[in-house]
């Protein structure tokens, strides 16, 4: 079966870091791209970034472009988001979602910026 494991979130202040992995199975990962999303309490899912299948290729929400840096491991199966520069508006649940019309995600992991 398909699965989608985040992990890697955690509490952060302004201006860190953190590095968030989504480690998949059950599918032939290196022929989809990933994107990865997040959801604040009250508001609705947004994306936040994409990468291709082969990771050539990626994509980034406005919000998080210069900040954030999506990569993929195809032998190791995972897909990871680096969070530089975190801001509070950053704070949200992260999922982990493949591009394909079948809505498989991940359980998400909780990211919280706060001094």
């Known amino acids: 079966q398909v699965q989608l494991v985040e992990s890697g979130g955690g509490l952060v202040q302004p201006g860190g870091s953190l590095r968030l992995s989504c480690t998949a199975s059950g599918f032939l990962f290196s022929i989809y791209a990933m994107s990865w999303y997040r959801q604040a309490p009250g508001k609705e899912r947004e994306l936040v970034a994409t990468?291709?299948?082969?990771?050539?290729?990626?994509n980034y929400a406005d919000s998080v472009k210069g900040r954030f840096t999506i990569s993929r491991d195809n032998a190791k199966k995972m897909v990871l988001l680096q969070m530089n520069s975190l801001k509070p508006e950053d704070t949200a649940v992260y999922y982990c979602?493949?591009?394909?019309?079948?809505?498989?995600w991940g359980q998400g992991t909780q990211v919280t910026v706060s001094s």
């Open positions: 979602k493949i591009v394909d019309s079948r809505n498989y």
């Open positions: 990468i291709s299948n082969t990771g050539r290729g990626t």
